[in-house]
C-alpha cells in the first residue's frame, strides 16, 4: 500500500511489531522529535532517513490512525500528517457516497 492512498486498516494501540524494523531506531528516535516547531533543516534529515525507510508506510499508517500529533512519522511532520488525515477523511467520505462491490480473496 503507498502511503497516499485511502485505507480501513485498523492498527492496535500497542507496540507495534513493524517498529524494530524502523531507520529511526537505529538513529536515535528523539532525533524525529524536533524541538521549537518545525525546523526545515531537521525535517530534511528526518526526511532523508525516512525515504530510506522500509516501513515508511507502515509507520506513516501507525501515526494517522493513532492520530499521533507530535514528532516526524513516516516521512511526514505534524503540519503534513493533519493534511494527509483530512485529504484521507475527504477521500473516504467520496468513496461511501458512492461505494462500489468489493471483490474480497482469502489470504493465504
Known amino acids: 500500500m503507498r502511503?497516499?492512498?485511502?485505507?480501513?486498516r485498523i492498527i492496535s494501540r500497542g507496540e507495534p511489531d513493524w517498529k524494530a524494523g524502523a531507520?529511526?531506531?537505529?538513529?536515535?528516535?528523539?532525533?524525529?522529535?524536533p524541538e521549537g516547531g518545525e525546523s526545515n533543516k531537521e525535517h530534511a534529515r528526518c526526511r532523508v532517513l525516512c525515504d530510506s525507510c522500509p516501513i515508511k508506510s507502515e509507520c506513516?499508517?501507525?501515526?494517522?490512525?493513532?492520530?499521533?500529533d507530535s514528532g516526524f512519522w513516516g516521512?511526514?511532520?505534524?503540519?503534513?500528517r493533519?493534511?494527509?488525515r483530512k485529504?484521507?477523511?475527504r477521500a473516504a467520505a467520496r468513496v461511501n457516497r458512492n461505494p462500489t462491490p468489493v471483490k474480497?480473496?482469502?489470504?493465504?
Open 3 to 8: 502511503s497516499g492512498e485511502p485505507h480501513n
Open 23 to 33: 531507520c529511526c531506531g537505529k538513529h536515535g528516535e528523539y532525533n524525529f522529535f
Open 60 to 68: 506513516l499508517d501507525y501515526a494517522l490512525c493513532n492520530r499521533i
Open 75 to 80: 516521512g511526514m511532520s505534524e503540519r503534513e
Open 82 to 84: 493533519r493534511n494527509e
Open 87 to 89: 485529504r484521507r477523511q
Open 104 to 108: 474480497i480473496e482469502a489470504v493465504a
